[in-house]
Structure formats: structure tokens, C-alpha cells
């Protein structure tokens, strides 16, 4: 069994990170972050592909470091806790990403980032005609980043989703034509890989929903159809614990916040308004990893929680002066990340001002804890955990953060 086991982990390793992977080879940059530790470890990459971020779906990669490719000193320590800023300086963060290939962020303005662990600098990677939305690797075969994009109001955009299978360095259109057929104007608000087929996709745009069943060579419409409008499908994430059920969330174009879930990966798909007594979006979508009817969305002012499978939304966190942009969890602890206190910038123009907030529940949220944050950090816009249980926060204009909890 053990041998089997190490077979499988070899193969697995070697078609994700390249030939060479279990020695740490000099070959490729990558390589110098991983480390091949065990079949246990191997199981635990495959089995947690998929991540959860508001904008981002990531590679864990737990244990598998030869070394941190970030000098690992903090930039300040509050109550305990190591932050440490690692850019892109000034930043509007609005997709992070770990992959095997390294840590990438998607922006606001300047598109996809990818920080070479050589020189600790960040490599500007192109796309930056629209928002990046999503960043998405897939370990298919070839290994694939995928990345969603926003049109700016008055910007084309020849693909609504772009795919590179060289770490970023060249990008092909990834969304079946969808932005040809449309003007060059089309939106890929969310990208979920299924984690059990790496060719099976699924798109969230202005409010339809696409599945791709051939790796984004072609699409079609799941959920609603080509010309319906709304606010977007900010998020789709997939239960761990019923591989099957796929839930969304987003925001109407009569303002009103939704979530949807489907039972066979977006064949069909129930609808249901968490907030019906006020409008309202829904920024983040988690999933329970452990109790298939549980999941959390982060909204405007704070969290809900469904116990019942989405029949029915009660608040877990309340009363947040602003809005939870991602809902990360690990080994049972869920964080939220909020974009707070909104207020003009401090020039007049840009980007709005905001403050990080940053909660924590350790009850499967029956009880939250506020976590001191350092002072001037602009409020979270993605989140993820590393390989390494350190949260990595997308901010909306100071970069990329890592918390070692």
C-alpha cells in the first residue's frame, strides 16, 4: 500500500510542479520552495486543491518548503502575531493565490503579479487591461493558471478568462469565445476547478452561470442564459464534505444578495435571498469542510450562517462597519476578513479609504473574536491560508499581508 502510495505521490508531484519535483531541482525557481515529504502530505495537496478565497481559488501546499521564498521577518508584531507586508507596494489586491509555482496576486489596476522567490520581487505578469477577479490553478495535464477578468466601464477585453500553462509568461484565451461574441466585453467574476476533474469548470459572470467540460474550450449556460444582467457571481466554492454540491453568491441587478446551490456541480441549481428584508451582496461563499448543510457567506456588515443547507440564514457575525470580502478556513478555524469605515482618500481621488478587519471563530461560528490588526493597513479585499497556516490577506491598496496566527 505504502508503495503504491508513493507512486501515486511521485506521479502527482511530478505533473504538477515538473520533472525533478521530489529533489527540489535547481532547474526551476519554483522548485526551490518544495520539498517532497510524504505520501500522508501528497494526499492532503490533492485533497486541498481547491481553496477558498472571495476571489481566488489556490494550491495548498502543506509542508512543502526547501525554503520560504519571503525573508521571513515581520514587519510588525501585534499581540503575538507576525504580519509581514510582502507587496506589491501600494497595491489593490483583489485575488491571491499560492500555487505550486509560487504566490501570485491578481490586482485592481496593474493585473497578475507573480513573486519570484530568487529575489523576493514581484514580477508583473500582464492582463492588466481589466480587474483580475480570480486566480485559479488547475493540476490537469498540462498544470494551468486561469484567470478571471472585469472589464473596466469603457475597456474591451478579447477573453473573459485566460489560461497559461507557463507560470504567466504567455496567455491564451480561455472562454470559449465568449467575450468575441459579445464586443469584447463579457466578465468572469468567479472561476471554480472541480477537485475531482480538473476539466470541469465553472464561471460566474454578470449573473449567469457557464460549466466547461473540456478544460474552457467551450462553455454553456447552467444557470440562466447569454444577456441576463446583474450584479455578478462574486464567488463559487465547492463542499468538501459532498464533492457534488456547489454553491454561489452575488448580488442581483435589483441590488438584492443571493446565494445558489447546486447538487451535481451546476447542472441545476436552487435560489435563495439570505437578506429579504433589506438589499444587500454576497462577497464570500465557505463552505463547512466537515458538516455538508453548514456554510458561511460574508455580506454587507458581517457573516451568515446556513446550518440547514440554505433553507434558512441566521447572522453569526453582526453589526461590522463595512463588508467581509473573503472567508478563509483551516484546521477548524474559520477567519473573516472585512473592508471597513469607508471614507474618501486622503488626496481626493483614487481609491476609497478603508481599514482591515479581521475576525476569528473557533465554534463553527457561534462566537467570534476580534484580532488586533496594524494601524494604516487598508481594508481585505481576498484571503487565503498557506501551506503553512499563515493567512495571506489581499488589501485594497497596501498589497499582500501574511499573519502567522
Known sequence: MHGAESTTTGSFLQRVFGTGAAGCSAGSPVMASLLVVSASTARRVARLWIGHSARAVLVLVAGLSCSDPVA??????????CWTSLGPDGQWVTAVAETPWGLFAGTHDDGVFWLDPATSRWRPLGLDHAIVSSVVFVPSD???????????????????????????????????????????????????????????????????????????RTWLYVWLGEGSAGGGVNMIAQSPAAPGRVWAGGETALLTGFVL?????????????????????????????????????????????????????ASSLARLPGQVHALVE???????????N?????????????????????????TWDTLPVPTG???????????????LIGTGGSGVWRVTP
Not at 464570500?284 to 458581517?302: E, H, K, N, S, W
Not at 481594508?379 to 499563515?390: E, K, L, P, Y
Open 330 to 340: 483551516d484546521q477548524g478555524i474559520i477567519y473573516a476578513l472585512a473592508n471597513e
Open 377 to 391: 493597513v487598508r481594508g481585505a479585499w481576498a484571503g487565503s491560508v498557506d501551506g503553512r497556516g499563515r493567512l
Open 142 to 216: 498540462p498544470p494551468r493558471l486561469l484567470v478571471g477578468v472585469i472589464p473596466y466601464s469603457d475597456e474591451q477585453t478579447p477573453a473573459a478568462l485566460f489560461s497559461s500553462a507557463d507560470r504567466g509568461l504567455t496567455w491564451q484565451a480561455a472562454d470559449g469565445g465568449l467575450a468575441a461574441r459579445n464586443g469584447n466585453r463579457a466578465w468572469a467574476w468567479s472561476i471554480l476547478a472541480d477537485a475531482s476533474n480538473p476539466d470541469r469548470l465553472l464561471m460566474g459572470t454578470s449573473y449567469p452561470i457557464l460549466r466547461s467540460d473540456d478544460g474552457g
Open 342 to 366: 469607508l471614507r474618501p482618500p486622503p488626496s481626493g481621488t483614487g481609491a476609497a479609504d478603508t481599514d482591515l478587519g479581521l475576525y476569528r471563530t473557533t465554534d463553527a461560528g457561534a
Open 261 to 313: 446551490r447546486s447538487e451535481d456541480f451546476g447542472t441545476t441549481w436552487s435560489w435563495s435571498d439570505p437578506t429579504p428584508r433589506y438589499d444587500n451582496i454576497v462577497w464570500a461563499v465557505l463552505p463547512d469542510p466537515g458538516t455538508p448543510q453548514r456554510v458561511f457567506i460574508g455580506v454587507i456588515g458581517g457573516v451568515m450562517r446556513s446550518q440547514d443547507g440554505g433553507a434558512s440564514w
Open 72 to 81: 521571513p521577518e515581520c514587519t510588525e508584531r501585534v499581540e503575538g502575531r
